[in-house]
């Protein structure tokens, strides 16, 4: 891994478009946003300098220029799928999707924890970045939260509630306006007999929302609470809890 920043950075967006053609302008943009410099064209192909010579290192005995190929447009980034971290993630993550669609469950979760298992942290955390990465941060962190979602609905449709709170009081720390994790915990909660715990989890959500953003908690929210509180003997089904 490179030590320089912009050298990562160009690093990055190759191996987020691996295979796939990163122009010009598009690393331009990342690295200088508006402002590029009058050298931005000597200075980009210096780091591209500089990662082959890293690739020669590395890959021994296999053109650095086969692996980072220049093309007329821009440069992309040779790299076998199944080295990837992130297209492992994207397709047991796909699959896992399509399974819970299926009503497949446990085959869901499993897909999905195999996804998120492929994560050691936030995307990019030893990136800075600019515009374009930016938004690839955003892209992987919405996709991972759906996931991660998905998987726990998974799981509480089939009765791992107990099992789940602990996972789900951490995320709910983390994400203290993240609605879908305090309604899991909720229904876990309810579902392991504390239902006393499942209403201050709400009051702990409505608190943070009120507080912090002058919002209630969403509609869906607020009727699982009202179901809390009744006692609704429908939330002691096993269920999928939200369709995706």
Same mark, same amino acid.
């Given at each position: 891994?490179?030590?320089?920043?912009?050298?990562?950075?160009?690093?990055?967006?190759?191996?987020?478009?691996?295979?796939?053609?990163?122009?010009?302008?598009?690393?331009?943009?990342?690295?200088?946003?508006?402002?590029?410099?009058?050298?931005?064209?000597?200075?980009?192909?210096?780091?591209?300098?500089?990662?082959?010579?890293?690739?020669?290192?590395?890959?021994?005995?296999?053109?650095?220029?086969?692996?980072?190929?220049?093309?007329?447009?821009?440069?992309?980034?040779?790299?076998?799928?199944?080295?990837?971290?992130?297209?492992?993630?994207?397709?047991?993550?796909?699959?896992?999707?399509?399974?819970?669609?299926?009503?497949?469950?446990?085959?869901?979760?499993?897909?999905?924890?195999?996804?998120?298992?492929?994560?050691?942290?936030?995307?990019?955390?030893?990136?800075?970045? #600019?515009?374009?990465?930016?938004? /690839? =941060?955003?892209? @992987? &962190?919405? %996709?991972? *939260?759906? +996931?991660?979602?998905?998987?726990?609905?998974?799981?509480?449709?089939?009765?791992?509630?107990?099992?789940?709170?602990?996972?789900?009081?951490?995320?709910?720390?983390?994400?203290?306006?993240?609605?879908?994790?305090?309604?899991?915990?909720?229904?876990?909660?309810?579902?392991?007999?504390?239902?006393?715990?499942?209403?201050?989890?709400?009051?702990?959500?409505?608190?943070?929302?009120?507080?912090?953003? #002058?919002?209630?908690?969403?509609? /869906? =929210?607020?009727? @699982? &609470?009202? %179901?809390? *509180?009744? +006692?609704?003997?429908?939330?002691?089904?096993?269920?999928?809890?939200?369709?995706?």
């Amino acid at each position: 891994m490179p030590s320089a920043r912009k050298t990562k950075q160009v690093l990055a967006l190759l191996l987020l478009n691996a295979n796939h053609l990163v122009s010009v302008p598009t690393f331009i943009e990342e690295l200088w946003d508006d402002k590029p410099p009058a050298s931005a064209m000597t200075t980009l192909q210096t780091y591209v300098f500089q990662l082959r010579r890293m690739i020669a290192e590395a890959v021994p005995g296999v053109g650095p220029k086969e692996i980072l190929a220049t093309t007329l447009n821009g440069y992309v980034l040779h790299v076998p799928p199944d080295c990837l971290d992130l297209n492992r993630y994207e397709q047991a993550r796909t699959l896992g999707l399509r399974q819970y669609a299926a009503g497949r469950l446990h085959e869901a979760a499993h897909s999905l924890r195999t996804a998120l298992g492929t994560w050691s942290g936030p995307a990019l955390a030893d990136v800075k970045t #600019g515009r374009r990465l930016d938004s /690839e =941060v955003v892209r @992987l &962190h919405e %996709s991972r *939260l759906t +996931a991660y979602e998905t998987c726990l609905d998974a799981e509480l449709a089939t009765g791992a509630h107990a099992t789940l709170i602990s996972e789900l009081t951490g995320l709910t720390s983390q994400h203290p306006m993240h609605e879908p994790f305090h309604r899991q915990l909720m229904l876990a909660l309810y579902r392991a007999s504390r239902r006393p715990d499942a209403l201050s989890a709400f009051q702990r959500l409505r608190t943070t929302l009120v507080n912090e953003l #002058g919002l209630e908690p969403s509609r /869906e =929210v607020q009727m @699982l &609470h009202q %179901s809390i *509180l009744s +006692a609704d003997p429908a939330l002691d089904h096993d269920q999928v809890l939200v369709p995706r």
